[in-house]
């Protein structure tokens, strides 16, 4: 199956360039979908979710983004990132969009663990992301406790043993 390369208009082109040669100093990934957003521009590359806001460019490497996902009866692309802040961006034909969103965000996971902790109802999560930007940076892991679990020493002991379980087995 063919897939037309996402186009963007020359001038979106040329900002989207302009901010990411100023935000990481290296000419941008390749562009793997685009679609015009409310307020702006939606750009996946393969190392960072693009967002253009009233002309100004925000970019988030797929490895901070926690959780995320397309809701078709709004239209809307959803995320979380790790440190807890949220985005979204809403689209009346978003293409490609939802599909390369939910592939970038599982290229950047490598260990995903669920963590079952006595008493609780969904216990915790272990996690380690890589940087799509750099495969040789170090993995980073992340500890995430389920809805309901309270952040108690019993808890986060549980947590901290299986992340360090986790990253003797696959910490190279």
Not at 22 to 34: H, M, N, S, T, V
Not at 91 to 113: L, N, T, W, Y
Not at 115 to 137: K, Y
């Amino acid at each position: 199956m063919f897939f037309r390369r996402p186009r963007l208009a020359p001038d979106v082109h040329a900002q989207l360039t302009d901010a990411y040669l100023g935000e990481f100093g290296r000419q941008p990934a390749r562009i793997l979908a685009a679609a015009e957003a409310v307020g702006g521009w939606c750009v996946l590359l393969a190392d960072v979710l693009a967002i253009q806001d009233h002309r100004e460019w925000r970019f988030t490497p797929w490895h901070r983004i926690e959780q995320g996902g397309w809701n078709d009866q709004n239209s809307e692309l959803r995320w979380e990132l790790v440190d807890g802040r949220r985005g979204n961006a809403l689209f009346d034909e978003p293409g490609r969009i939802p599909e390369v969103f939910r592939e970038r965000v599982q290229a950047s996971i490598v260990v995903h663990k669920q963590i079952p902790i006595e008493g609780t109802r969904e216990g915790g999560i272990v996690s380690a992301r890589r940087n799509l930007a750099n495969r040789d940076a170090p993995l980073e892991w992340r500890i995430r406790r389920g809805r309901g679990t309270a952040e108690t020493p019993e808890n986060m002991f549980v947590l901290e043993a299986a992340l360090a379980d986790l990253k003797t087995d696959w910490d190279i």
